[in-house]
RNA sequence: UCCCCGAUAGCUCAAUCGGUAGAGCGAGCGGCUGUUAACCGCUAGGUUGUAGGUUCGAGUCCUACUCGGGGAGCCA
């Protein structure tokens, strides 16, 4: 029996026999000559088996291992530049561990809905198992960071007695014949632990039942919230600042090849680095009304109907081909331009009829109103590094935000909205330290007092200036990993009308 | 909740003016000495989302519903 090992591993191997446990990735096979890709959770390895090196029946049985057959496979390790990896297994011998027939993700293009119901096999295919890879560091390096830097982790319950910021998002559980509600944030309870241990974050899932189908949203998602005692709104601008440049520059390191094996320009994420590009609300708001705003859309406007003007022509000259073409595979691969040109055109079709409704948006934004998914659009497009919001009027902010002391109808907030147009991953404040002004504030958003009683009882002793932000993890990972949809950046995405699996 | 688009083979998609539903992938069989979504030949595979309507005739037109996609609002 060979050495068992993996595929990561292999480089350490170069001319001894192995063996390696996995699945089948795919198989091509030209009569004389095999070759089966194997995927065993570390990486790919091309498995190749020559008919005149074998028996028979064999040969008969390495050329028709189905996809995802799990199997043992032994064979003398070596370097080829034309193998995935650089490194290949000239077979000896191999041990169906299972069979699988008829596995459902063949290896062309599926629908995003087929392949959500598959997401339990799903992981398997390439580009997800990248993703979730990616994943896992951004966790850790979000992690590391607060651990590095002497925050605490506190755990925050899930099942809330009463509403963060008002009932109208939340999901209603059943609690002993009481309704109480799943957290929508933690943020309160962290608030109480960072007068504790002065540093302190959470970290864990988070719940809104929004009725949102947007690329942007999901029901469950992962969120971090860190809370600083002592702090000012610009201490906590700096946490960020240095957070953002801390989780990318390890994401950057390590994932490199993922990220282009994603498509992922790196140039974007190799420019980001302090300082950050700063705003307040009204200064953005000017943005919106002013010339730049409607320009970008404009020209965006321009670029994107040349491109449906160069599909079009290109889909006629295709179709031309495709008639006339001689050799069959010169159709097929006309049909298949055809169909990618058409899914282009379609997708921007649908962006341009969109645009005059950005612009508008833009152009008639009423001050005193949230930033719309678009609006952050356009003010991340306009810069490029990330950019930090700040001071929106308190009406469209959270009771617990600190009033602007210098210009009360102010407060001290911010988001932070990612380069590229992917917009808002970072929602932040100082918190209302004085007893009045937030009890004032809870009345004001006529919430009712005795629920709060233990959150005021915070500014009762030992009030100081504090703050915190939450990041999504998910709309991080898509920023970081492009992606148009932030859908494939959780395992098991929960959506407006899915949870299955 | 509102606006736009869609639903055809297991999967991804075609089907011109309303006139006999077709390809590729996947599956099965055969061929090919190094392939990178390999390639070539053959075989099987269909209640065109559901319910009505118009018509000599509906995948195609009309109405309602269901499900999905994108966007707005809301948000991380």
Redesign the pocket.
């Known amino acids: 029996m060979s050495t068992k090992t993996t595929i990561d591993r292999l480089c350490e191997h170069v001319g001894q026999s192995v063996t390696l446990q996995g699945w089948v990735h795919?198989t091509?096979?030209?009569?004389?000559?095999a070759?089966v890709i194997v995927r065993d959770g570390t990486g790919l390895c091309?498995c190749?088996i020559?008919k005149?090196e074998h028996t028979e029946p064999f040969f008969e049985t390495a050329?028709?291992l189905?996809?995802e057959t799990a199997l043992e496979i032994a064979g003398t390790v070596r370097a080829?530049e034309?193998?995935?990896g650089g490194h290949?297994l000239?077979t000896i011998g191999l041990a169906v561990i299972h069979a699988a027939?008829?596995?459902?993700i063949?290896?062309?293009?599926?629908?995003?809905?087929?392949l959500?119901k598959q997401r339990h096999l799903w992981f398997r295919s390439e580009r997800q198992y990248r993703i979730l890879r990616i994943r896992h560091t951004l966790v850790n390096a979000i992690r590391s960071f607060f651990n590095d830097n002497g925050y605490i982790l506190i755990d925050t319950p899930i099942f809330s007695p009463s509403a963060g910021e008002g009932t109208s998002?939340l999901f209603a559980v059943d609690y002993f014949g009481e309704p109480v509600y799943l957290a929508q944030?933690g943020q309160l309870y962290v608030e109480a632990a960072c007068l504790a241990h002065r540093k302190v974050y959470c970290f864990g899932p988070t719940f809104?039942a929004?009725?949102?189908?947007?690329?942007?949203?999901?029901?469950e998602?992962w969120?971090v919230e860190p809370e600083i005692a002592y702090a000012y709104l610009d201490d906590v601008i700096g946490v960020a600042e240095d957070f953002i440049c801390s989780v990318v520059q390890r994401v950057l390191s390590q994932h490199r090849a993922d990220l282009v094996e994603l498509g992922r320009d790196l140039a974007p994420l190799e420019a980001i680095r302090k300082p950050f590009c700063r705003l307040t609300y009204d200064e953005a708001v000017e943005i919106l009304h002013g010339p730049k705003a409607r320009e970008l859309l404009e020209a965006d406007l321009t670029q994107k109907n040349a491109r449906i003007a160069e599909l079009i022509a290109q889909i006629e000259q295709l179709t031309e081909t495709q008639r006339t073409a001689k050799k069959?595979?010169q159709q097929?691969k006309a049909?298949?331009d055809i169909?990618a040109a058409?899914?282009e055109r379609?997708e921007l079709e649908?962006q341009v009829?969109?645009i005059p409704?950005?612009i508008e948006?833009a152009a008639n934004f009423q001050w005193g109103?949230?930033l719309?998914?678009?609006?952050?659009t356009i003010i991340s497009r306009l810069h490029d590094r990330p950019v930090f919001v700040t001071h929106y009027p308190k009406e469209?902010k959270a009771f617990y935000m600190r009033i602007d002391r210098t210009n009360p109808k102010r407060v001290e907030n911010f988001?932070m909205l990612a380069p590229e147009g992917f917009?808002?991953?970072?929602?932040g404040s100082a918190r209302e330290e004085d007893y009045d002004r937030l009890l004032e504030r809870i009345r004001e958003d006529g919430l009712p007092q005795e629920p709060y009683e233990w959150y005021l009882d915070l500014r009762r002793y030992g009030s100081v200036p504090h703050g915190g932000f939450?990041?999504?993890v998910?709309?991080t990972l898509a920023w970081l990993c492009s992606l148009k949809?932030?859908r494939e950046t959780i395992p098991y995405p929960r959506?407006m009308?899915?949870i299955y699996p």
């Open positions: 795919k091509r096979s030209s009569g004389k000559i070759f091309q190749v020559e005149n050329t028709h189905s996809q080829d034309r193998a995935v290949e000239d027939q008829d596995y459902p063949t290896p062309k293009p599926h629908g995003i809905d087929f959500l998002t944030t809104r929004e009725k949102s189908k947007t690329r942007r949203h999901l029901t998602f969120m069959k595979w097929e049909a298949q169909q058409r899914e379609a649908e009829a969109n409704h950005h948006l109103s949230d719309g998914g678009s609006d952050e469209v988001d917009g808002e991953v970072i929602g939450g990041l999504g998910e709309r949809h932030i959506m009308g899915k």
